[in-house]
C-alpha cells in the first residue's frame, strides 16, 4: 500500500542551504535519511512544505538570508518531525554510512543548475557532477547491501540553466545507482505553486518505487 502523500512531502523537505546536510524524519516507524548538496536550499524547502500542509498559497521563498543547520533543532514537517541530524560540507561526508544504514528511505539533493560548475579550494577544476557522483556512488554501496531505496531530487528547476545539458550529466549521474531501487525528480521550492508540485512529484515517484 503506496505511503500517503501527508508522509512523503514532509520526507522532501530537507534540502541544504548551507553545506552539505544530513536529516532523519521520522515517519510512520519508518526513517527517511536527507543528503543535501551545498547550497541546494534546505531550509526553504521545510518553510516552503510546513506552508503546503497549512495552504498557505501566499507563501514565498526568502532567500535573502542564509539558512542555518543545527545539530539538535528539529522541525515540525506536516505532523512529523524532521530531525536536523549533521550540518556542514565535504568534510562531514565520513558520516554518512552510518547514518544511511539507520534509515529506511535515501533521498539525495542537489541543484540542478550548479552541474557545469567547478568546486574546490582554489577554484580547483572539479565539476560539481563529479561530487553528486561519488556522493551516490558511496550511498549505493550502503543502500545495496541493506536493500535501500534511493530517491535522487534535483531542486532550483526556477533558474536558468542549460536543460539539455543537465539532461545528459543527470542521466550520467544515475547510473551509479542502476543496480538499486531508486527515482528521480526535479522541482523548485520557489512559492506554494512549487512547492506543491515537487510534493505531488516525489508522492507519484515514491509509489512507483514501492510497487
Known amino acids: 500500500m503506496p505511503i500517503p502523500l501527508l508522509v512523503w512531502i514532509g520526507v522532501a523537505v530537507a534540502?541544504?542551504?548551507?553545506?552539505?546536510?544530513?536529516?532523519?524524519?521520522c515517519l510512520s516507524g519508518k526513517s527517511v535519511l536527507f543528503i543535501g548538496m551545498m547550497g541546494s536550499g534546505k531550509t526553504t524547502a521545510i518553510h516552503g512544505f510546513q506552508a503546503v500542509?497549512?495552504?498557505d498559497k501566499n507563501w514565498k521563498a526568502d532567500n535573502s538570508t542564509p539558512?542555518?543547520?543545527?545539530?539538535?533543532?528539529?522541525?515540525?514537517?506536516?505532523?512529523?518531525?524532521a530531525c536536523i541530524d549533521t550540518s556542514g560540507g565535504q568534510q562531514f561526508k565520513k558520516s554518512w554510512p552510518p547514518k544511511i544504514e539507520k534509515a529506511d528511505w535515501v533521498f539525495y539533493f542537489f541543484d540542478i543548475t550548479q552541474l557545469d560548475e567547478t568546486r574546490g579550494k582554489d577554484h580547483e577544476?572539479?565539476?560539481?557532477?563529479?561530487l553528486?557522483?561519488?556522493d551516490l556512488r558511496d550511498i549505493a554501496c550502503v543502500c545495496k547491501e541493506k536493500s535501500k531505496p534511493v530517491l535522487v531530487i534535483a531542486t532550483h528547476t526556477d533558474r536558468a540553466y542549460d536543460k539539455e545539458k543537465a539532461k545528459g550529466y543527470c542521466e550520467d549521474i544515475l547510473a551509479e545507482l542502476v543496480s538499486l531501487n531508486y527515482g528521480y525528480v526535479e522541482g523548485s521550492l520557489l512559492n506554494y505553486a512549487s512547492a506543491s508540485k515537487l510534493s505531488h512529484l516525489i508522492?507519484?515517484?515514491?509509489?512507483?518505487i514501492e510497487k
Not at 67 to 81: C, I, N, P, R
Not at 203 to 208: D, G, P
Open 15 to 25: 534540502v541544504a542551504l548551507i553545506g552539505g546536510g544530513v536529516v532523519i524524519a
Open 53 to 55: 500542509s497549512k495552504e
Open 67 to 81: 539558512g542555518t543547520m543545527s545539530d539538535s533543532k528539529e522541525y515540525d514537517v506536516l505532523g512529523f518531525k
Open 125 to 130: 577544476k572539479t565539476r560539481y557532477w563529479k
Open 132 to 134: 553528486v557522483k561519488a
Open 203 to 208: 508522492e507519484k515517484k515514491v509509489e512507483e
